[in-house]
Structure formats: structure tokens, C-alpha cells
């Protein structure tokens, strides 16, 4: 029970992260390779303390990480946190894709039968 | 009427932690009436509802509020039953299934129809067990899965 409870807590911490749209796209960034805070700061048009304040909140969801070099710190996505956020919804994910493929699919043999 | 395009496989999936919630949301090209009546007849849920794509063993529908449904997917353990709450022609349905809500929502945009389904559980352990339920589990993801992942929910 309270590890079940350890884990929800952790999902509910990353998918209160991941509900800014801001964080998503710096996520996002950091998935085609790391970046140190002015890197990030000119596609998203962000201060500082504004860039900042997203990767702490990254950070402490596990998202995210700084790498060693101490004057840059260059941020770099962890491929295990999105492992457990992804565990958990990707097969309801797929579920839900796989019945919406065949709605579509049958919503055209639907209206051939009708016309 | 020029054939249906097949648009690249496209669900968007939300998950609201905060609110326990799960919106799923799909464009078709279809209208909202006929995309209702495949939500409604059990001839057609019992075509399209199982995801492998197999015809549902049983399908039971019983069309109003208060009525109960039933879907079984072959070989599995549990079947997708609950009630009716609110039947709305074309826009929307509402319905109780397995201790959450399903409403299930059709909007006109730009001539394509935009089905969003939401589905809202009542705490973050249910929902939990929502997801989980009916699905196969222990399936191994790998980083490619997860930027796709991302990626999705960026749209």
C-alpha cells in the first residue's frame, strides 16, 4: 500500500509538470539534446528566472537533470521518469487509438451500406 | 462524396491529475449524427469498440437514461457494463462505466466532426485503476516511445 502510494504521488507530480505547455515544449527541446538556460531562453523568448523557474519544477518531477559541467549546467531530459508516466498511460493510449482506427474505418463502410 | 482520407492515426490524450480526469480527442470526417449512432446501435459498437479490431461477443444496449450497457470483447476478463446518464443526439452522450464518468462529446469544426471523450474518476487511485484495467500490461517502453509520447501531447 504505501508504495502504490509513493508511486501515485510521483505521477501526480509529473503530470502536474507536464500540464504546462511552456514545460511540454522545453521538454520537448531537451529531447533532440541537452541545453544549458540561455539556450532555451532564445526559442521560447523567456526570462530567466522564468526559464528557471520551469526547470525546477522539470527537476523535481524527475523530468530532467543538470549535467556536470558547473559553469554551464546543461539540462538533459531522464529517460526513466517519462518510463513510468509513459508505462502507465501508453497501453490505455494505444487501447483507445486501436478503437478510434477501427470508428473510423467503420464509419466509412457505414456510409457506403446507407447510400 | 469523394472517398474518406485516411489522416495519419491521430488521438490526442490529456491526463488532468489534478482533476482525475482523461480527455481523449479525435477529428473525424464523418458527422456527428452517424458518429453518435456508431456510439448508440449495438450492430455498430459491437463492429468498432474492441481495439484488436475483433467483433464484440456481446454488445447490449439499452438507449436511455437509466439504461444499461454492456460490451464483451472476446477473451477478455472484463467486460466494459454501466448506465446511461444523458442522451443528447448529435452532440453529446453521458454515461457511468466501472465507477467513472464517460462523456463523450461531438463538435463541429471546420466541416469535421471532433469527438472528445472524456472520462472522470472520482480519485487518483481510481483513476490509476482505470487506466490499467482491460489493458495488457508489462509492456516495455523504449526513449523513441517516449518522445512520441511527448510529442503527442504536445498537439
Given at each position: 500500500m504505501a508504495i502504490q502510494g509513493v508511486r501515485?504521488?510521483?505521477?501526480?507530480?509529473?503530470?502536474?509538470?507536464?500540464?504546462?505547455?511552456?514545460?511540454?515544449?522545453?521538454?520537448?527541446?531537451l529531447a533532440a539534446g541537452k541545453a544549458t538556460v540561455s539556450q532555451l531562453m532564445e526559442p521560447f523568448e523567456l526570462t530567466q528566472p522564468t526559464i528557471s523557474k520551469h526547470l525546477r519544477v522539470l527537476e523535481v518531477a524527475g523530468f530532467i537533470e543538470h549535467g556536470r559541467d558547473a559553469q554551464r549546467r546543461p539540462r538533459k531530459l531522464v529517460a526513466l521518469a517519462f518510463k513510468d508516466v509513459a508505462d502507465w498511460i501508453e497501453p490505455f493510449r494505444r487501447q483507445w487509438e486501436g478503437r478510434f482506427n477501427n470508428l473510423d474505418g467503420y464509419l466509412a463502410t457505414m456510409k457506403k451500406k446507407e447510400r | 462524396m469523394p472517398p474518406q482520407r485516411k489522416v495519419q492515426a491521430e488521438t490526442n490524450i490529456v491526463v488532468d491529475r489534478?482533476?482525475?480526469?482523461?480527455?481523449?480527442?479525435?477529428?473525424?470526417?464523418?458527422?456527428?449524427?452517424?458518429?453518435?449512432?456508431?456510439?448508440?446501435?449495438?450492430?455498430?459498437?459491437?463492429?468498432?469498440?474492441?481495439?484488436?479490431?475483433?467483433?464484440?461477443?456481446e454488445c447490449e444496449i439499452d438507449l436511455r437514461p437509466g439504461g444499461a450497457f454492456r460490451f464483451v470483447s472476446q477473451g477478455s476478463t472484463y467486460p466494459f457494463s454501466g448506465f446511461y446518464?444523458?442522451?443528447?443526439?448529435?452532440?453529446?452522450?453521458?454515461?457511468?462505466?466501472?465507477?467513472?464518468?464517460?462523456?463523450?462529446?461531438?463538435?463541429?469544426?471546420?466541416?469535421?466532426?471532433?469527438?472528445?471523450?472524456?472520462?472522470?474518476?472520482?480519485?487518483?487511485?481510481?483513476?490509476d485503476q482505470f487506466v490499467k484495467m482491460?489493458?495488457?500490461?508489462?509492456?516495455?517502453?523504449?526513449?523513441?516511445?517516449?518522445?512520441?509520447?511527448?510529442?503527442?501531447?504536445?498537439?
Open positions: 501515485t504521488e510521483h505521477l501526480d507530480r509529473a503530470f502536474s509538470a507536464l500540464a504546462d505547455p511552456t514545460r511540454r515544449s522545453i521538454l520537448a527541446r | 489534478d482533476a482525475n480526469k482523461i480527455m481523449l480527442t479525435r477529428t473525424f470526417a464523418a458527422p456527428r449524427e452517424q458518429i453518435f449512432e456508431a456510439w448508440t446501435r449495438p450492430e455498430h459498437v459491437a463492429c468498432w469498440w474492441d481495439p484488436a479490431g475483433f467483433r464484440l461477443v446518464r444523458e442522451i443528447a443526439p448529435p452532440a453529446r452522450l453521458i454515461f457511468e462505466a466501472m465507477g467513472s464518468l464517460g462523456k463523450v462529446a461531438l463538435n463541429v469544426v471546420s466541416g469535421k466532426t471532433v469527438m472528445t471523450v472524456t472520462i472522470e474518476c472520482g480519485s487518483s487511485a481510481q483513476l482491460g489493458v495488457d500490461v508489462g509492456t516495455s517502453q523504449t526513449l523513441d516511445n517516449l518522445v512520441a509520447y511527448v510529442g503527442t501531447m504536445l498537439q
